[in-house]
């Protein structure tokens, strides 16, 4: 018959509840989980991690762990606090960087970069967007009103917004070539400096922007549009079944790169032991002195004891 297992008593509770609570036993529990850091040094990671327990909380995290409505919420509320942060902010992202990493980001910026075919193919199909269509079109119809006007100050404006159909409907005959045209000059290794300076114009110039002008980038209702467009992907398994997908093969790519190296060299803790096993313990004591942790632990205690009698 098995032995019944001895309830620890409330005095147990209360010296349990006040120890975990002690300055003295946080010093010691951080001079334990340091030594342990240490003595774990050596080991490599794939020893150390069960890699197998990870992939299964990946696997099973957006079904059995994070509750899909609360996820979308928290995203939600994060991004709302974003945007208010950003309102207050005046500085633009250069000016949060040290003087060096700008001067390095603009040496890279400066680069030549060669396209590769797979840039040059995108570029192509981009070409051929009906945005860019519709682009074109207007800036040719554009260019013809203003011309007119010049030529002919009174007629040729009203001419030209009369016959403005038959004008864009005769442009847009034309348009595959141009479009052709105008892939060739993107991709034309001569012309490739011109696209690349537009481009780091325009990536100086995000950068250089104050943070709370991209607070207003968008509008209200399209706020709401995103607000609920994030509780659709929310519940849409394919989305879940992608991310999910994609998170199992980097971890098990990351896996693979660090499973060889030893936990003190990933982590440095030859000189960071006791800051990780600070935090560590600074995660570890408020679940300590939870009620139902603090009776499960002072009744393992007694049970002990019990034991060694």
Same mark, same amino acid.
């Given at each position: 018959?098995?032995?019944?297992?001895?309830?620890?008593?409330? /005095?147990?509770?209360?010296?349990?509840?006040?120890?975990?609570?002690?300055?003295?036993? &946080?010093?010691?529990?951080?001079?334990?989980?340091?030594?342990? *850091?240490? =003595?774990?040094?050596?080991?490599?990671?794939?020893?150390?991690?069960? =890699?197998?327990?990870?992939?299964?909380?990946?696997?099973?995290?957006?079904?059995?762990?994070?509750?899909?409505?609360?996820? %979308?919420?928290?995203?939600?509320?994060?991004?709302?606090?974003?945007?208010?942060?950003?309102?207050?902010?005046?500085?633009?992202?250069?000016?949060? *960087?040290?003087?060096?990493? #700008?001067?390095?980001?603009? =040496?890279?910026?400066?680069?030549?970069?060669?396209?590769?075919?797979? #840039?040059?193919?995108?570029?192509?199909?981009?070409?051929? $967007?009906?945005?860019?269509?519709?682009? @074109?079109?207007?800036?040719?119809?554009?260019?013809?009103?203003?011309?007119? $006007?010049? #030529?002919?100050?009174?007629?040729?404006?009203?001419?030209?917004?009369?016959?403005?159909? $038959?004008?864009?409907?005769?442009?847009?005959?034309?348009?595959?070539?141009?479009? $052709?045209?105008?892939?060739?000059? %993107?991709?034309? &290794?001569?012309?490739?400096?011109?696209?690349?300076? @537009?481009?780091?114009?325009?990536?100086?110039? +995000?950068?250089?922007?104050?943070?709370?002008?991209?607070?207003?980038?968008?509008?209200?209702?399209?706020?709401?549009?995103?607000?609920?467009?994030?509780? !659709?992907?929310?519940?849409?398994? !394919?989305? =879940?079944?992608?991310?999910?997908?994609?998170?199992?093969?980097?971890?098990?790519?990351?896996?693979?790169?660090?499973?060889? !190296? !030893?936990?003190?060299?990933?982590?440095?803790?030859?000189?960071?032991?006791?800051?990780?096993? /600070?935090?560590? #313990?600074?995660? +570890?004591?408020?679940?300590?002195?939870?009620?139902?942790?603090?009776?499960?632990?002072?009744?393992?205690?007694?049970?002990? /004891?019990?034991?060694?009698?």
């Amino acid at each position: 018959m098995p032995r019944k297992r001895p309830a620890a008593s409330p /005095t147990h509770d209360d010296y349990w509840s006040h120890r975990f609570g002690s300055p003295s036993f &946080k010093r010691q529990l951080t001079s334990v989980v340091t030594d342990e *850091l240490r =003595a774990l040094a050596a080991t490599p990671v794939g020893e150390a991690v069960d =890699a197998d327990l990870i992939r299964t909380l990946i696997a099973d995290w957006d079904t059995r762990v994070v509750d899909r409505e609360a996820l %979308a919420e928290l995203v939600i509320g994060t991004s709302r606090r974003v945007q208010t942060r950003l309102t207050r902010r005046g500085e633009s992202l250069l000016g949060l *960087l040290d003087p060096q990493l #700008v001067d390095d980001l603009d =040496a890279l910026l400066s680069e030549d970069i060669e396209m590769s075919p797979h #840039v040059e193919a995108f570029t192509a199909n981009l070409m051929q $967007q009906e945005f860019i269509r519709r682009l @074109f079109t207007d800036i040719i119809y554009t260019a013809i009103v203003s011309f007119n $006007q010049r #030529v002919n100050p009174l007629f040729g404006a009203l001419t030209t917004r009369v016959l403005e159909e $038959q004008i864009k409907h005769f442009i847009r005959l034309f348009m595959p070539a141009l479009q $052709q045209q105008a892939t060739t000059f %993107a991709v034309n &290794k001569d012309n490739q400096r011109i696209v690349l300076d @537009f481009t780091r114009a325009i990536a100086r110039r +995000l950068l250089d922007e104050p943070l709370r002008h991209y607070a207003g980038m968008v509008s209200s209702g399209q706020r709401r549009q995103t607000v609920a467009l994030i509780r !659709k992907a929310a519940r849409n398994p !394919k989305l =879940a079944a992608s991310v999910r997908k994609a998170s199992l093969a980097a971890w098990d790519d990351v896996y693979r790169l660090i499973r060889d !190296k !030893k936990v003190g060299e990933l982590l440095q803790l030859d000189v960071h032991a006791p800051h990780i096993a /600070t935090q560590l #313990v600074e995660l +570890l004591l408020p679940a300590l002195r939870r009620p139902h942790i603090v009776r499960f632990l002072a009744g393992e205690m007694a049970l002990a /004891t019990t034991a060694r009698r």
